[in-house]
């Protein structure tokens, strides 16, 4: 569980123990903190960014010595409530104390007594109410988890938003094939997306440019995370997905800074100035609204609801001729059972240069941003896409890359994905300082040593870590340069991918990688696309 949350091997959580024996992670660099406590036959663990945090749970049943055991652990003001309360009510609210009382002392990290436990006093604190400042700037709050059960959380009063789910352990993960639509990540459903297109999939002719289609495909990304493409032969350019993503979360449409990441991005543009169907505009200032915005106080304010839309398609300026009418079309996001889940749908999906290329990275990002958000785990991400196809130049790739996959991913190495943990009052900035770091890297790779000196979310400084070598390289940087900034790289899926992008040119690069895990990987993923220099030509 910890893990996931670290984006870590479970292997390599490790704990530490204060004198009193509470335990918390050794990582001293993580701001994340966690109690746990069990009852009967559940167990609760609590979870929190800002602070410590005591959690208590207990299972509500009635006993003989209750006033005996009372009097002995409760302050006189709190024996007075037991005494006044209904006998129906009596049991409920002295658990409601219980609880109160020893998440407290967890969150303390101190060893319950029965001094200790009478010098809180919780009778203030009614059954009606669902949090008490129990101490300055120290709350605590009461949750049912489950049918007769109470529970007591402690922590910091900055935490206003709780969330409770039910644990289901991941399932091992596969190439989930054998159901159809349904698939691991993105590198999965391209290699089985290629595959099908290649061998039944339509031949005709649309603008002037024959294709191969499929109609109506729908596609089932399981982990969606899982968002570096990791297919032989496919030539993936992970530079321009995270240059492109950016430039949409930050509501931009203009050809001059996406030109520095995809040149051949004029080619779709009716003017060379602005893509007129650009993304970012249309989610960040739609007439004024901010669809991102709007769909997370939706789900915040009710989980359950099926209004979470974003559109992406205008009809009142897209009924023209143009080089560029939106491909993909709306969002709708989905809340259940403790995890959100994004469905898009696509008018016209090209595989490589839409799909695989730019679609199931930039919706992945915003996949975790919202579910950071409002608080949710992660779900399903599906498109349904009325024409599914892939272009004659890339047939042949298509061929050898369907020849080739073996589906080898970094996520089987303990490459995980980077986390994104900027809170919503916060993005807005950090996007800001985003943009300005990536101006003074265009205009000098060597502005600064370390981004994460100048930022903090992991996903943010990944992505800024990756723009700062495609500029090295551009203004000159020597492979040995290139070599030294990859080794200081964390290990993850996207230092995996930058390796393999950079040593298409320089298959030296891939001969002393400093990370074993990132070394074990390649090893493999490269010898299952048939030997290096075939999967580069």
Known sequence: MLGSYLSVPPSSVTFKYNHNGKPSLDQSHVDLFFNMTHSANLVLVAICRLGEVGVDVERLKEFDDLMEVAGRYFAKEEILSLERASTDNRVSLFFRFWTGKESYIKFRGKRISDASLKRIDLAEASAGLKSWEIKKRVQVKWLVPA????????CDV?????????WQPPEPLKIMSKEPGLYRNVSSATAAGLAELMSTGKILRVRNQEIREVRNKIIVLAQPLERCLFVPHRRNNIVI?????????GGRNDMEW???????AAEFSDDGVTWRAGYGPRLRNWRGVDQIDKVRQLLLAESSTRRAAMSLYDPGSDFVESKDIPCNNWLHWLVREGKLHLNVGVRSNDIVWGFSGINSFEWSVLHEMMSFWIGADIGEATYFASSFHVYERH??????????FGGV??????????RFHTPWNEFAKSLDSWFKLEAQLRQNPDAFLQVSDHLTDPLLVTFLDIIKLHHGKASGWTN???????????ANDFTASAYEFYARE???????IPSELVSKFLDVYLADGNNYQASTR
């Not at 047939?395 to 080739?404: C, I, Q, S, V």
């Not at 991913?409 to 980077?418: F, I, Q, W």
């Not at 320089?506 to 002393?512: D, K, P, R, V």
């Open 258 to 264: 996406l030109q520095a990441y995809l040149p051949r």
């Open 147 to 154: 049918t007769q059960y109470i529970a007591g959380i402690v």
């Open 158 to 166: 900055r935490c206003e938003r709780f969330f409770c789910h039910r």
């Open 506 to 512: 320089n298959a030296g690069l891939i001969q002393e």
């Open 395 to 404: 047939y042949l790739m298509a061929e050898r890359a369907t020849k080739a």
């Open 409 to 418: 991913y970094p996520y089987d190495y303990g490459l995980l994905p980077p």
């Open 241 to 249: 997905s995270i240059a492109e993503t950016m430039w949409v979360l």
């Open 480 to 490: 040995s340069r290139i070599r030294d900034e990859l080794s200081k790289m964390p």
